[in-house]
C-alpha cells in the first residue's frame, strides 16, 4: 500500500511508523498489546521487511515475529532508495536505538525542555553503529491554537487544566500555574509573538520539521470551526511567514 501511494502521488510519500503507545487502539481492534520491549523488536523487523520490499525483487526474511519468502511488491516505490521513513517515539534504552538505526526522521512529542536530553542518548547509539546525527531529520509534533485575548487564553487553559486532559497528577497536587508552566513546554499556545518566539528556541535546538495539530485545545467536543480558521490563518500570516527571517 505505501509503495503503490508513493506511485501514485509520484514519490511524495513519507511513512511515519512507530511502536504503539495506546493500549485502547489495541484492544480496540483485537490486537495484543506486549510489552514495549516486544513491541519495538516488532517495529525493528517490520521496519526491516519494509526497506527490503521497497529495494529487493525477491526479499526475504526470518525474525522472532515476522517472516516473508519473496513477496511481490511491485511497483517499487517512485522515491530512491525508498520513501522517507519517520520514528516517533522518546525511549533513550529501545526507542532511540531503532530510530538510529532504520529513520530518515525522529519525530519527537513530548516536554520540550527534555529535547536535549533525549538528543544526546540518540546521538550515542548513532556513534556506536557509525551514523551520522546529521543524517536524520529532527521533527517535533505538537498541538498549536493561536490566541489575540489574554483572557480567552487563559479561560481554555484553566479548561484544559480543571479537565485533566492534559495532567497525569490529581488537579490538589498541582497548581494552575504550575501546571501552565509544563503544558506550554509541550505545546505552541499563545500569542502570535510568543509561538514564534517558541519556534524559533526549538529551531536552535536542531528541529528541522514541525507537525502541528490544530485541533482545538480546549475540549471543544463540537468544534468552533469558525475560532479554529481565524486560529488557523493568524498562525499562517503571523507566525509561518516570519520563520525564515531568523
Not at 521497497?54 to 526475504?60: A, G, R, Y
Not at 526474511?61 to 522515491?79: A, N, R, S, T, W
Not at 520513501?83 to 529513520?103: H, M, N, Q, R
Amino acid at each position: 500500500m505505501a509503495a503503490t501511494l508513493d506511485v501514485i502521488s509520484d514519490g511524495r510519500l513519507e511513512l511515519g511508523i512507530g511502536a504503539g503507545w495506546h493500549e485502547g487502539e489495541h484492544i480496540t481492534y483485537g490486537y495484543d498489546f506486549p510489552s514495549p520491549y516486544v513491541r519495538l523488536n516488532k517495529l525493528r523487523e517490520g521496519v526491516k521487511i519494509l526497506k527490503m520490499m521497497w529495494t529487493e525483487d525477491k526479499p526475504s526474511f526470518k525474525g522472532k515475529h515476522y517472516v516473508i519468502e519473496e513477496p511481490l511488491c511491485e511497483p517499487k516505490p517512485v522515491q530512491k532508495p525508498h520513501p522517507p521513513i519517520t520514528i516517533g517515539g522518546s525511549g533513550e534504552k529501545y526507542t532511540l536505538k531503532v530510530v538510529a538505526a532504520f529513520a530518515d526522521r525522529w519525530n519527537y512529542i513530548g516536554d520540550i525542555n527534555q529535547y536535549k536530553q533525549k538528543l544526546s542518548a540518540l546521538e550515542k547509539h548513532c556513534k556506536k553503529i557509525g551514523i551520522d546525527l546529521n543524517d536524520i531529520d529532527k521533527t517535533y509534533h505538537t498541538s498549536m491554537e493561536i490566541y489575540t485575548d489574554e483572557n480567552e487564553f487563559l479561560q481554555d487553559m484553566k479548561k484544559i487544566y480543571e479537565s485533566g486532559y492534559y495532567r497525569r497528577r490529581p488537579i490538589e497536587e498541582t497548581s494552575f500555574d504550575e501546571w501552565l508552566v509544563r503544558f506550554q513546554s509541550r505545546a505552541i499556545v499563545g500569542k502570535s509573538e510568543t509561538c514564534l518566539e517558541r519556534i524559533k528556541e526549538m529551531i536552535d535546538l536542531g528541529i528541522t520539521y514541525f507537525i502541528f495539530s490544530a485541533r482545538g485545545l480546549a475540549l471543544r467536543r463540537a468544534p468552533d470551526l469558525k475560532r479554529r480558521n481565524a486560529s488557523l490563518q493568524r498562525f499562517a500570516d503571523e507566525v509561518i511567514s516570519q520563520i525564515y527571517i531568523f
